[in-house]
């Protein structure tokens, strides 16, 4: 799931490049609560200036996709992939 919904930005296994935050090795909580406050809308992706349009938008369509296709099993399945790599 990691490959298909967040890759593209956050690299090969969350271990991200310069202009993206890594998920590889956060706390489980952290990642529950920030992927949280994105799918409810308390923390606006349009609120981040170091994200182009573009990559707003990809961000919106691939959290709705993950949804969509996995449901809340899927952002577990992400959450634990992440929180799992050191």
Avoid: W
């Amino acid at each position: 799931l990691s490959r298909k919904y967040c890759q593209d930005c956050h690299e090969k296994d969350g271990y991200t490049g310069v202009d993206y935050p890594s998920l590889a090795g956060q706390p489980v909580p952290y990642l529950t609560y920030q992927l949280a406050d994105f799918l409810s809308g308390s923390r606006n992706i349009d609120d981040n200036p170091a994200m182009s349009k573009k990559e707003k938008r990809k961000k919106k369509r691939n959290l709705a996709d993950l949804k969509a296709a996995e449901g809340d099993a899927g952002f577990q399945a992400i959450i634990d992939f992440y929180g799992s790599r050191k």
